[in-house]
Nanobody
């Protein structure tokens, strides 16, 4: 089992950068695919990025390709989302997720959610 706590959100101007962190607790962290979803007010949760347990496989939503990078440090039980060239449409609460299935499947199947961290991008 895994518990997830996100941090690193905040207010940033368009074109700026933020790095989100997700700290995971649990002895089985290394065996989980990890990822990020986001949800804007009045909108459905949207897949953002996923990474396999080894860090070798990554997947991104088309809307963030080339701007966001997901990574993980299993020694620190932490997954990151580096967000560059931020746009106002990136404004949302960002949630860290974990699942025992593949990184590719994480868009549809996951087992754990964090509580979220707010990202606000102003124009």
């Amino acid at each position: 089992q895994v518990q997830l706590v996100e941090s690193g959100g905040g207010l940033v101007q368009a074109g700026g950068s933020l790095r989100l962190s997700c700290a995971a607790s649990g002895r089985t962290f290394r065996s989980y695919a990890m990822g990020w979803f986001r949800q804007a007010p009045g909108k459905e949760r949207e897949f953002v990025a996923a990474i396999g347990w080894s860090g070798g496989s990554t997947y991104y939503a088309d809307s963030v390709k080339g701007r966001f990078t997901i990574s993980r440090d299993n020694a620190k039980n932490t997954v990151y989302l580096q967000m560059n060239s931020l746009k106002p449409e990136d404004t949302a609460v960002y949630y860290c997720v974990a699942g025992s299935a593949s990184a590719r499947a994480l868009r549809y199947e996951y087992d754990y959610w964090g509580q979220g961290t707010q990202v606000t991008v102003s124009s």
